[in-house]
């Protein structure tokens, strides 16, 4: 028999600046395991779902698939150029009501346009890739920028 679909977790609510700035852009993302199986059969599979922000700050992201969901539910906000300004766990039943996320917008990155990205400088970038859970990636991953 076949692994049964079960009701999907939809997760909605409001993201909101303390700060005054837009969240016009921001990305919502809400994640969590699904178990497959019983006893000793069982598989942990990761879910995820996200929604881009408009600026009323309203989102909905529903996250279906195979298995039970399982907790936490780690709901983040990131911002247009990928900072993380919010991040949060929760359990499966405050997922499930509305949320209400308060956030400091971060300052808007203005990059000036030019022919030449480095002004005629050889630029080396030095730094660490992490997966989602802040593990090492493997060996040779290609990495674009």
Do not use: C, W
């Not at 395991?33 to 992201?61: I, K, M, N, T």
Request: hydrophobic share 40%; glycine share 12%; proline share 9%.
């Amino acid at each position: 028999m076949p692994p049964q679909l079960l009701e999907s977790l939809s997760a909605t609510g409001t993201v909101r600046s303390r700060n005054g700035g837009s969240v016009a852009g921001y990305a919502v993302s809400v994640e969590l395991e699904r178990v497959v199986g019983s006893g000793d059969e069982q598989l942990v599979v990761p879910a995820l779902a996200s929604a881009r922000l408009e600026a009323d700050g309203e989102f909905r992201a529903a996250i279906g698939g195979v298995g039970a969901p399982r907790g936490p539910v780690t709901v983040t906000v990131s911002s247009p150029q990928g900072l993380e300004v919010f991040r949060r766990d929760y359990t499966l039943e405050q997922a499930a009501k509305p949320l209400r996320i308060a956030i400091r917008t971060a300052p808007q990155v203005v990059v000036s346009p030019s022919d030449d990205p480095t002004l005629g400088a050889r630029a080396r970038l030095v730094g660490q890739v992490l997966d989602v859970h802040g593990g090492p990636v493997p060996a040779g991953l290609p990495v674009v920028l």
